[in-house]
């Protein structure tokens, strides 16, 4: 097949993965699917699960099935009845018995402490949409002052110190998104570190020093201020590892600058147990020599 040809098959099912995304809570029949892509119903079938790995409803259960452990693991206010409905399920009974065959946990067994190490191993690498271009902007970041948890070993552990960064914030009345940015500096590439020694720093930004003598672990720390090479993700934080990879292997080469002496790092505009994967907004900073 021709390069156009494969170009514009992948882009026509790039459009059913966003639609997709755009539209769990409703009901998704595959002939809207179909007509999304401009194929046949008769042939759709075959043709996503050729594509994808997994059939079109084994897709879309997967998407709900994983939204609902970002929302069982951090908001934990919500009724598991709540959750299972959102995720298309008629009764929490049919949910838990889903749950548990995709994770080998239920659902409360998950809330009550989140295995992601098995959660990440037993949840299918799906296809992620691909990135055509790559709008980069030179932007000033000014200094900032941050409160910082530090993250060591598995990256597949991530949440766990996530949701201890969360604890904390919950007891210093620093909310998200409303009083403080929430950062991520990433000083090592999951992809190409030893799960030893990898490290990963969950921050949130203050307006003057926190007590470091506090039992989460939280310390003080600085983004330093400079100019950075911005790319704006709107989608799954799945993306951001290959995305940074792209920024050092594609971008950099072709913009003729230097890089500063300090990690690449993200901010985080919202958060994926808030809203849906498709409608996540992240920034990746990449810090540049001045000029």
């Known amino acids: 097949m021709p390069d156009d040809k494969i170009e514009e098959y992948r882009r026509r ?17 595959l002939e809207k699917l179909s007509a999304v892509a401009h194929f046949s119903p008769y042939h759709f079938h ?10 079109p409803w084994r ?35 049919s949910f838990s018995r889903a749950f548990k065959q995709m994770f080998g946990m239920t659902p409360s067994e998950f809330r009550l402490q ?27 970041f000014p200094a900032t002052q941050i409160a ?41 590439d999951p992809a190409t570190t030893d799960p030893e020694v990898f490290q990963f720093h969950i921050c949130g930004s203050v307006s003057e020093p926190i007590q470091e003598d506090n039992p989460f672990g939280v310390v003080n720390g600085t983004i330093p201020g400079g100019r950075c090479a911005v790319l704006r993700h709107c ?15 594609d971008w950099l080469p072709a913009s003729g600058e230097e890089l500063r002496d300090f990690p690449l790092y993200m901010h985080y505009m919202n958060f994926v ?19």
């Open 13 to 29: 099912f790039d459009g059913v993965f966003a639609y997709i995304e755009r539209h769990l809570d409703d009901v998704l029949l």
């Open 46 to 55: 075959r043709q996503f699960a050729a594509c994808c790995g997994v059939t």
């Open 59 to 93: 897709y879309i259960q997967l998407m709900r099935l994983k939204h609902a452990s970002y929302r069982l693991a951090f908001n934990s206010a919500e009724k598991i009845t709540d959750i299972a409905l959102d995720a298309g399920f008629q009764h929490s009974e």
């Open 114 to 140: 989140p295995a992601w190490v098995t959660w990440h191993q037993r949840m299918p690498q799906l296809n992620l949409r691909r990135r055509e271009k790559m709008p980069v902007e030179i932007k000033t």
């Open 148 to 188: 910082m948890l530090t993250h060591r070993g598995q990256h597949e552990r991530i949440n766990e110190t996530a949701a201890r960064f969360i604890a904390w914030r919950k007891t210093t009345g620093l909310s998200p998104v409303l009083t403080s940015q929430t950062f991520g500096i990433a000083p090592d």
């Open 235 to 249: 989608g799954s934080h799945d993306a951001l590892t290959e995305l940074a990879q792209q920024l050092y292997r």
């Open 273 to 291: 147990h808030e809203v849906p994967e498709h409608e996540l907004v992240t920034d990746i900073y990449l810090p540049l020599k001045t000029l």
